[in-house]
């Protein structure tokens, strides 16, 4: 009689320190640091990656992702079968709640375990097409007004063709008309990140609209209640976009008639499948989608690449903001970020 040997699916994970190129400051702080994990999955022959890119203000630091991933590691979630997906997550949720980042992590590996086991590349795996896709803005995060105007300059100079401009300081106004002054007529877009009462959200709104701002995002606080969110919307010339507001499917729900679109995350999600879900979700109540992503490398900006022709929208821009970035994945070039044909994400080690 012979015996199967049966191959459970393992998992190892390590700190991924990045540093930005610049300093980068939105409304909650400034860092030029961002402590990520690096996630291996290993079965068989195979190596799944994955990144988790924890927020603080999204409750997860890179300590709880370390002890989520050992929690999650000893209750053998991942199983034997890594086309199984979805009973992943099922099985991660019923064991420890939230901590998205750290499940977005395990769940990017699974389906670049999956593609590299029946060779196809991800977005073919969910029946999804690799090619059209939104431009992807580049963010230029709170600084000194001086130092703003260099950095629109450079991203001007790199070919960047949108600007996505931080708000939420006391010299917003002033900020948007340096930017525009050295953009001159390129696309921007604002993100408050949670800066602004409604009162002040309406004022900026109107001011946004007269300087061709195509839309804001998050103007006010994460857990502003939604009757402050359709208070501002009804009175934006521009949509109203919401962010950390939003994390799972049920947030659109809730959200839904308040706002004009949603930020999508995998840091957010927990994953490319609930990512799913709140794009369906946003669409069946007519709002529009904006995929963003954090300061991140190739692994895991190149997972959310992969459901980007889903998307009005593209704010990929984690990997850009690098240094140096350990990972090469979706390429940049001419405003968009190109999937290649390796199977999985198609992410590896930078030589
Ligand atoms: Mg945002």
Same mark, same amino acid.
């Given at each position: 009689?012979? *015996?199967?040997?049966?191959? *459970? ?18 409304? /909650?702080?400034?860092s030029d640091k961002s402590h990520n994990v690096l996630i291996e999955l290993r079965f068989k ?25 050992? =929690?999650?590691?000893? #209750? ?19 064991? =420890? ?20 086991? #029946?060779?196809?590349?991800? /977005? ?7 090619? #059209? ?26 070919? /960047? ?46 001011f946004l609209a007269e300087n061709n701002v195509q839309f804001i995002e998050q103007p006010l ?79 895991? =900006?190149? #997972? ?31 405003? /968009? ?15």
């Open positions: 009689m012979t *015996q199967t040997k049966l191959h *459970q699916i393992e998992m190892v994970w390590q700190p991924l320190e990045l540093t930005t190129a610049h300093p980068f400051g939105i409304s /909650y702080g400034t022959d195979f190596v799944g990656l994955g990144e988790a890119s924890p927020a603080s203000y999204h409750s997860e630091t890179p300590e709880t992702v370390n002890a989520v991933l050992t =929690v999650l590691s000893k #209750a053998g979630v991942l199983g034997d079968d890594p086309f199984a997906i979805a009973e992943v997550t099922r099985r991660m949720d019923k064991v =420890v709640a939230g901590n998205a980042s750290a499940k977005a992590g395990i769940e990017m590996a699974l389906h670049d375990l999956a593609g590299q086991i #029946a060779n196809q590349p991800t /977005y073919k795996m969910l029946g999804l097409s690799g090619l #059209a896709q939104p431009i992807t803005d580049f963010t230029i995060g709170i600084a000194s007004l001086e130092m703003i105007e260099v950095k629109t300059e450079q991203a001007i100079g790199a070919g /960047y063709k949108v600007l996505k401009v931080k708000q939420g300081t006391d010299f917003d106004r002033e900020i948007i008309k340096r930017v525009r002054k050295v953009a001159k007529d390129i696309p921007l877009r604002v993100d408050a990140n949670g800066g602004w009462t409604p009162k002040q959200a309406v004022e900026m709104s109107k606080p994460k857990f502003a209640h939604v009757d402050d969110f359709r208070f501002v919307k009804e009175r934006s010339p521009i949509p109203i976009f919401a962010d950390e507001s939003i994390c799972k499917a049920i947030d659109v729900a809730r959200l839904a008639g308040a706002i004009d679109g949603v930020v999508v995350k995998l840091a957010k999600t927990g994953g490319l499948l609930e990512a799913l879900r709140v794009i369906h979700t946003a669409r069946a109540h007519s709002l529009q989608v904006m995929f963003g992503c954090m300061i991140e490398s190739s692994i895991g =900006v190149t #997972a959310a690449v992969h459901l980007s022709s889903l998307c009005d929208y593209l704010d990929l821009d984690g990997a850009l903001l690098l240094a140096s970035d350990p990972y090469e994945g979706a390429e940049y070039k001419d405003g /968009y970020l190109r999937l290649n044909d390796r199977p999985g994400l198609g992410v590896r080690k930078r030589n």
